[in-house]
């Protein structure tokens, strides 16, 4: 095996396996590969992402590492592919032992890329607890790992035990780098994960693209970074900004004196959100170099405000305002604006532009918002969370009628509104909570689909966590539901629009792992029949999408 590093002083205690497709599933398989790390006479860095790693292959890997006490880089990216739920934990786990044994002090810890979920988090959490091995840590990155709500769970606590055992034994912390993207956060993760940085100081670059967080968990995010002073970055990308989420952040990165990336792009800002952050650049980061904005449905106002405050940023190399809504002649006026204070390097071209230049931030949660200012800083320096004071329908009005206007309406936190009136144990309520959020899956709002799954999300969490919600009586009333079985009680019966809404409920929380293998294998088995497919003809595309899931998942 030919050992590959970056220069020649790391080639010594390099190891790099990378790419090679390899399938080690037993000890023979991966013999090469221990004979390699137990002849190092110092083995720092192990690449072994693009391979495909067993459980007992793992046992072998085990006591390879055991005998490497300067191991510092574990890139192990991409190992599990095709492994099955349960063989993953027990990986994690034999391979934070042979690190623990050996008594090493890691820098660095890469596995993203594999969909271990919160299952994986099992085998994983034990060794992130290790302050002995991980108070060293400066990177550590697990993008789309699928871990969800419960997964974050997971890894906030086990971090938070690894920062207090830290704190006990007088160890200083010294991540830098957090990356967990494409991972379901939503915005219960987003909290758990906002108390871990708060107890932080080190943190120079955060990436948390693409997890369904709304505007409740951009707050708390927002709010719990500020002991990080040396931040340098943060990507906040594809996820649900809004307007409410971006004059928080105006707020509190107006101290962030060396941030230098911020990418908000796809968060939904609209000309409000743009003038907050148009508020931020004028107030703030003295050191900011790369700006994107894309694809935030603002018009030629927001794009505006944001070119009046970045003209002053010497340092701006990049401004990235393309995919907004500035329509032909808003693009010539923007386009003008640039020329006039000659910022033509600093704005990249705007491509993709989505057509009109019509203001319809009014159309858009306006009651939510009622009251606020985004383009005076007095408002922002007395900015609070929205709290669930703010709903303009009662819950008791929405769960009778559901509509897209009505969730929106509930305020910033409407799964807590949900939580407070609803009985977790009483199976009849929380079907019908279950139905009336899911007929809001359909909807074509990004905002409102969202704020249904955080619902969804937190009453099963909730059920699950208190131990209140019977699966086996859940599963049997939603295949009633759904016309795959009868019920002798006549009062529960199946319409298309329940159904299909109860098709895309259950696509989402299937996917989110909530049910243990033996409740997913049962659904599987009934909405697969042929001659009961024949019953959700009408929504045949969605009942497809379940299936796939439901199969991916069990």
Known sequence: MTVRGTDSSNSLHTIDYSGRQLKWNDAASIKELCDDISNKEELRILRLSGNTLGVEASESLMFALQSQPHLQQCHWADLYTGRLNNEIPKSL?????????????????????????????????????????????????????????????????????????????????????FVCGRNRLENEGAKDLAEVFSRLTTLKEIRLPQ??????????????????????????????????????????????????????NDCILRNKGAECIASLLF???????????????????????????????????????????????????????????????????????????VDDDDNHNEKNEKGISFQTNEFLSGLQEPSS???????????????????????????????????????????????????????????????AKCCIDSIFTSSIREKQLDLIMFANRILVLCGLIKSEDKKFKSNDETSSALVLGLTHVCSQNYFPRTTTAMFKAFFSLPKLQTRLKHCSEETDKLIAVLYSHS
């Open 93 to 177: 786990d034999l391979l934070g032992n042979g690190i623990v044994t050996a008594g090493a002090h890691l820098t660095h810890l890469d596995l993203s890329d594999n969909a271990f979920g919160p299952t994986g988090m099992e085998g994983l959490a034990p060794f992130l607890c290790h302050s002995d091995v991980l108070h060293t840590l400066i990177e550590l990155r697990l993008n789309n790992n699928g871990l969800g709500t419960f997964g974050a769970r997971a890894l906030a606590t086990a971090l938070n035990n690894c920062i207090t055992e830290a704190k006990t034994k007088k160890q200083e912390m010294h991540l830098e780098t």
């Open 211 to 264: 997890n369904g967080i709304q505007s409740p968990g951009i707050i708390a995010l927002s709010e719990n970074i500020s002991s990080n002073t040396k931040l340098t970055t943060f990507d906040i990308s594809d996820n649900i900004v809004t307007e409410v989420g971006a004059a928080v952040i105006s707020k509190h990165f107006v101290d962030f004196k060396e941030l230098k990336f911020l990418n908000l």
């Open 389 to 451: 004071n703010t709903a303009t329908v009662s819950i008791q009005e929405f769960l009778m009628s559901p509509s897209g206007d009505s969730i929106l309406q509930l305020g910033s936190n409407p799964e807590a509104l949900i939580l407070d009136v609803l009985d977790l144990s009483e199976l009849d309520k929380f079907v019908e909570t279950f139905v009336s959020l899911s007929k809001l899956l359909g909807e074509s709002r990004v905002e409102v689909v969202s704020r």
């Open 283 to 357: 107030n703030g980061l003295p050191s900011i170099e790369q700006l994107l904005l894309c694809y935030n449905e603002f018009q030629t106002s927001g794009a505006s405000a944001l070119i009046n405050a970045a003209k002053k940023h010497k340092q701006l190399t990049e401004l990235d305002l393309s995919g907004n809504n500035f329509g032909d002649e808003g693009l010539s006026q923007v386009e003008q604006l640039i020329k006039t204070f000659q910022m033509q390097n600093v704005l990249k071209e705007i491509n993709d532009d989505q057509g009109s230049d």
